[in-house]
């Protein structure tokens, strides 16, 4: 037994190297070479705009993803244009930790943000963040809805002015967001979870994701008269909870066609340490009044499908607004100038494992969409004024477009800022060191621009024909993500505990291959995790389990075959 936790410990300590070096996906002079050449082939992108929206809470359930249900024209036309990343992995589920990590470029161990309740340039360290690299070069930059994550983790003002170049815009409806403005069938209105509405109702007569549309096309048009170089980020407010969206969408999931979620039990050998028992979704009206059990509900069939319903029209619903966007971008001719990025915080469960909202480390709450459209680069050049996103009725177009390109590489949301940086010409920020905390300037994600142009084919062949097993384990590229708990066993802060009540972490490992997860002991006061106090661990392989339900980690033979991986990242 002591020789076995040795073991693990030796193995998660080669672990918590690759959380530090993940950066370095292949030696350092290689890297620097591709740089080199991959700087000089971005050239003619000097100056490109940059057009980076971000969804709340969006799982990858779109038509360019594979899924068969939703309508999602518009996102599926912008994939058909762009490089799209099929494994992409937030850091953290759940939304300011995730957002300050991406725009920072730094992990939650180093943002030390795992909640809520601090804003890193005190806590942590005086980062510079994305907008505020562009902006340091030239950009006009410019936020519209949620972006920063509101409050004390971005000081208050999205982290105004470091960040953005006037203040950033948020859509005077969004203060009704958990008011009581869903009708019930009694007429009366309740702040429900399931929240289908007539918008003429609402107040003001609209949404905020309706509202923030508008002021991005707004501030499209002053950017076209000023001819100046923005970088303008627009943050959706849906599918997040509550599920409050347009009546109309209703029609486009009619009930009897959704489903179950395809493992909707928890699984028999999930630690119960990795449970997320969804007290968020526990406090809307209409979750109340099924009193359900704490922690593990299940909550009834007909409404577990009544939330599948709502969340896929909630998508579509936000695939409108960015239809919408995307066609203002071509109204103003800036569709040859403007790099999109388009992508989530972080994914969300809808039943699978037992578990609703995001707070976990499995695929469905940490995998989310990434995809680029780079002109001239993921697609041939566009002429000036040439429609590349016209507007799609999600009502009426049935699509099957497909992305432009495809990566299957394991990637990250904390590589948005040196890919987004050396797509526009810009100076990719240099790897942060292995303490960075004094660093204002640096990045703990390397760009991802190296696999935009390659073939993955070729990528295969170049794998299977390696003859260094090290150096081709080396180069695999690995998603690291973590989550913390106040306890072993599932509480009612587990989803979203205060920092000075955490007490392990979990950090996870996730590949083409497999996700492994090892939880381990944790000291707030000095944001220390202890690897040789390891509570539980999960290991899933891919190919013969993708939904995550039998976890193998006791098995004797898996964890050595793990271990052997781990120590192949490490050399």
């Known amino acids: 037994m002591a020789a076995a936790s040795r073991c693990c410990a030796a193995a998660w300590l080669c672990l918590l190297g690759l959380l530090r070096d993940a950066v370095a996906f292949a030696p350092e002079a290689a890297a620097t070479r591709r740089l080199r050449t991959r700087r000089a082939a971005v050239g003619p992108r000097d100056g490109m705009n940059v057009l980076f929206i971000v969804v709340d809470d969006l799982r990858p359930v779109l038509g360019c993803y594979g899924d068969k249900l939703v309508k999602s024209p518009n996102i599926d036309q912008l994939a058909s244009q762009s490089i799209v990343f099929s494994n992409a992995y937030a850091q953290q589920a759940v939304c300011a930790p995730s957002r300050v990590s991406f725009l920072t470029g730094r992990r939650p161990d180093t943002t030390r943000l795992y909640d809520f309740y601090s804003y890193w340039r005190v806590h942590a360290g005086n980062y510079s963040t994305m907008p505020q690299y562009f902006k340091e070069n030239g950009y006009v930059t410019l936020s519209v809805g949620k972006v920063f994550h509101p409050g004390v983790s971005s000081n208050h003002s999205d982290d105004y002015p470091y960040s953005w170049s ?71 407010h849906k599918p997040h909870i509550p599920l409050r969206y347009p009546q109309e969408f209703l029609k486009l999931y009619p009930l009897e066609n959704i489903t179950l979620a395809p493992d909707p039990w928890v699984p028999a050998k999930l630690p119960s340490v990795a449970y997320n028992p969804w007290a968020d979704i526990r406090q809307r009206d209409d979750v109340k009044a099924l009193n359900v059990s704490f922690p593990y509900g299940p909550l009834p069939d007909d409404f577990q499908r009544q939330i599948r319903q709502s969340y896929y029209a909630a998508v579509s619903y936000v695939d409108m607004q960015v239809g919408l966007l995307l066609d203002a971008l071509d109204d103003v001719g800036l569709s040859n100038s403007t790099i999109v990025v ?45 429609r590349v996103f016209p507007y799609l009725d999600p009502f009426s ?14 990637v990250e949301l904390v590589s948005l800022f040196s890919t987004l940086a050396e797509l526009a010409g810009l100076q990719v920020p240099p790897v942060c060191p292995e303490t960075s905390f004094h660093v204002a300037l640096c990045t703990e994600g390397a760009s991802i621009v190296q696999y935009f142009n390659a073939s993955e084919d070729k990528m295969e062949e170049e ?109």
């Not at 994914?347 to 459209?373: C, I, Q």
């Not at 049935?398 to 299957?408: A, D, E, R």
Request: charged share 25%; aromatic share 12%.
């Open 166 to 236: 006037v203040p950033p815009f948020h859509p005077s409806t969004e203060k009704y967001e958990n008011d009581k403005t869903c009708r019930g069938k009694d007429g009366k209105l309740y702040a429900n979870l399931v929240c289908p509405v007539d918008v003429a109702e609402m107040p003001s007569g609209t949404l905020p994701d309706i509202q923030s549309t508008e002021e991005a096309i707004r501030l499209l048009n002053v950017m076209k008269t000023n001819k100046q170089k923005f970088f303008l980020a627009v943050g959706y």
């Open 463 to 571: 794998k299977d024909g390696c003859d260094d097993t090290y150096r081709c384990f080396n180069e695999e590229p690995v998603a690291f993500s973590q989550y913390p708990r106040p306890a072993d066993t599932p509480q009612w802060n587990s989803d979203k505990p205060k920092l000075k009540d955490i007490r392990i972490m979990g950090y996870s490992m996730r590949t083409i291959d497999y996700r492994y997860t090892v939880w381990v002991g944790f000291n707030p006061n000095i944001f220390h995790a202890n690897f040789e106090d390891v509570h539980a661990g999960e290991l899933y392989m891919v190919e013969t389990d993708p939904n995550q339900d039998y976890n193998i980690y006791n098995n004797t033979s898996h964890g050595c075959f793990f271990k052997k991986i781990l120590g192949f990242l490490k050399h």
């Open 397 to 410: 177009h049935i699509l099957g477009l497909v992305p432009q390109g495809q990566s299957k590489k394991a």
């Open 342 to 386: 388009f992508t989530a915080d972080h994914g969300w469960s809808l039943g699978e494992h037992g578990e609703w909202a995001k707070y976990s480390n499995f695929d469905v709450a940490t995998r989310v969409p990434l995809m680029f459209y780079v002109p001239g680069m993921t697609t041939s050049s566009v002429s000036q004024g040439e």
